[in-house]
């Protein structure tokens, strides 16, 4: 030990002070939106932040996406889908969509129950000042379609299938179905 107590311990602490950090950060980025890892990543393949992967799949040239998050939007309702207004769904959005559509009569029913939504919403106009009747109509289904959906899952599925299909659940934009059952 050097003459005056030594001063090895500052090393030693400033290196773990440096590995919780990373870790933390490591932690921090993994709980970030699928988008966000994405853009990690690529910035580690190239500094630049130009991911090296077509924008669209099947696009005819590669069209880099610059930025921080490609085509990021703040969506009420969920992560993982794109904000409604014309934006392509995600492809957890679009099998929802997919599915609804592929029998006449369930796209039928859900048509009904949209317009169940916009009549209730109509009514509720006078007690709502905050929202328009098509957001309290769009509310109204998306909550609708989310727990019917999910809750359609059988009670005999072993837990490690209902843990995908939550976990794809939440991959849905479902206010971006409740909007396109809306306008169609």
């Given at each position: 030990?050097?003459?005056?107590?030594?001063?090895?311990?500052?090393?030693?602490?400033?290196?773990?002070v440096t590995a919780m950090m990373a870790f933390f950060l490591?932690?921090?980025?993994?709980?970030?939106?699928?988008?966000?890892?994405?853009?990690?990543?690529?910035?580690?393949?190239?500094?630049?932040?130009?991911?090296?992967?077509?924008?669209?799949a099947g696009a005819v040239l590669d069209a880099p996406v610059s930025g921080p998050v490609?085509?990021?939007?703040?969506?009420?309702?969920g992560r993982g889908a794109r904000a409604p207004g014309g934006?392509?769904?995600?492809?957890?959005?679009?099998?929802?969509?997919?599915?609804?559509?592929?029998?006449?009569?369930q796209f039928q029913r859900w048509k009904t129950e949209a317009q169940r939504?916009?009549?209730?919403?109509?009514?509720?106009?006078?007690?709502?000042q905050t929202q328009t009747p098509e957001e309290v109509a769009s509310n109204q289904l998306t909550s609708l379609l989310s727990t019917e959906v999910a809750g359609g899952i059988p009670k005999d599925?072993?837990?490690?299938?209902?843990?995908?299909?939550?976990?794809?659940f939440k991959e849905v934009n479902w206010k971006q179905v409740a909007e396109v059952l809306l306008t169609e």
């Open positions: 030990m050097a003459k005056g107590g030594g001063g090895s311990w500052k090393v030693a602490y400033a290196d773990f490591v932690m921090w980025i993994g709980a970030q939106d699928v988008k966000v890892r994405q853009s990690v990543a690529n910035y580690f393949v190239d500094p630049s932040g130009v991911s090296k992967r077509p924008t669209n490609p085509e990021n939007a703040k969506v009420e309702g934006d392509t769904p995600s492809p957890s959005t679009a099998a929802v969509l997919n599915w609804i559509k592929s029998n006449d009569k939504c916009r009549e209730a919403a109509a009514v509720q106009k006078a007690v709502n599925t072993p837990d490690v299938y209902k843990d995908l299909l939550f976990g794809s």
